[in-house]
C-alpha cells in the first residue's frame, strides 16, 4: 500500500486561504468516506482537524475545511494565521491489507 | 481529560525485543478502537496496528506482520506493543491512538505524546 501523495509545501500569505490536495486511489481515498487530517507541530503529536472528510471535531477552528472529488482529497485554511504554520497528514481507510494509509506530508509556511 | 500516555521505548540491539505500553484515561476505554503509528526521525506518519474493543480483532501494516503483538488490557485501560525481531528500519516515535471522535471512526483522537525507540548497535 503506497502513501497517499501530498504536495511537500503550501505557503501562504496571512489572512489567505490554502488548499492542500492529498491523491490516492479508488481502493482508499476514492472508495470510502473515512478521510482525515492531522496537524502536527515540530516535536508534537498529531491533532485530529478534520474526520470523514468534512467534519470538524470540537474545538477546531471553522477556518479548517475539508471536500473530496473522486480519489482527491483536500484541506483548506482559511484565513491563513502564524499559528497554522506547522506539517499536515491525510490519512484514509483502505481496502487493501493494511486498513489505514497516511499521506505523504505538507508543510505549512505564512510568509 | 482524555489521556494517552506511552511508555516503554529506549535503545535497543537490532533483532531485540521491546513492549511499549499505553495507559489510558478519561474516557470508557472498552468502548473505542486503539492504534499504534509510528514516526521515523524526520519522516511521515505510519499506521502499524490497530486492535477492537475486546481484543479479538487484530491488524497490523505488512512490514511488522509476524514480528509485532498488539494487545491490551482492559481492566487496566491499557493498550500495549511487543515488538520482537526490531531492525533499524523500525526506529521511530511510536504513538498511541484512540480511534475517534466516536466509537466507530476512522479516524485517530487524541494520540499520546508518543515513546522513541531506537534499533541500532
Known amino acids: 500500500q503506497s502513501a497517499l501523495t501530498q504536495p511537500a509545501s503550501v505557503s501562504g500569505s496571512p489572512g489567505q486561504s490554502i488548499t492542500i490536495s492529498c491523491a490516492g486511489t479508488s481502493s482508499d481515498v476514492g472508495g470510502y468516506n473515512y478521510v482525515s487530517w492531522y496537524q502536527q507541530y515540530p516535536g508534537k503529536a498529531p491533532k485530529l482537524m478534520i474526520y470523514d472528510v468534512s467534519d470538524r471535531p470540537s474545538g477546531v477552528s471553522n477556518r479548517f475545511s475539508g471536500s473530496k472529488s473522486g480519489n482527491t482529497a483536500s484541506l483548506t485554511i482559511s484565513g491563513l494565521q502564524a499559528e497554522d504554520e506547522a506539517d499536515y497528514y491525510c490519512n484514509s481507510y483502505t481496502s487493501s491489507s493494511t486498513p489505514y494509509v497516511f499521506g505523504t506530508g505538507t508543510k505549512v509556511t505564512v510568509l | 481529560e482524555v489521556q494517552l500516555v506511552e511508555s516503554g521505548g529506549g535503545l535497543v540491539q537490532p533483532g531485540g525485543s521491546l513492549r511499549l505500553s499505553c495507559a489510558a484515561s478519561g474516557f470508557t476505554f472498552t468502548n473505542y478502537w486503539m492504534s499504534w503509528v509510528r514516526q521515523a526521525p524526520g519522516k511521515g506518519l505510519e499506521w502499524v496496528a490497530n486492535i477492537g474493543q475486546d481484543g479479538s480483532d487484530r491488524n497490523y501494516v505488512d512490514s511488522v506482520k509476524g514480528r509485532f503483538t498488539i494487545f491490551r488490557d482492559n481492566a487496566k485501560k491499557s493498550l500495549y506493543l511487543q515488538m520482537n525481531s526490531l531492525r533499524a528500519e523500525d526506529t521511530a516515535v511510536y504513538y498511541c491512538a484512540r480511534h475517534g471522535p466516536a466509537t466507530k ?17
Do not use: A, C, E, R
Not at chain 2, 471512526?105 to 548497535?121: A, I, M, R
Open chain 2, 105 to 121: 471512526s476512522q479516524s485517530f483522537d487524541p494520540w499520546g505524546q508518543g515513546t522513541l525507540v531506537t534499533v541500532s548497535s
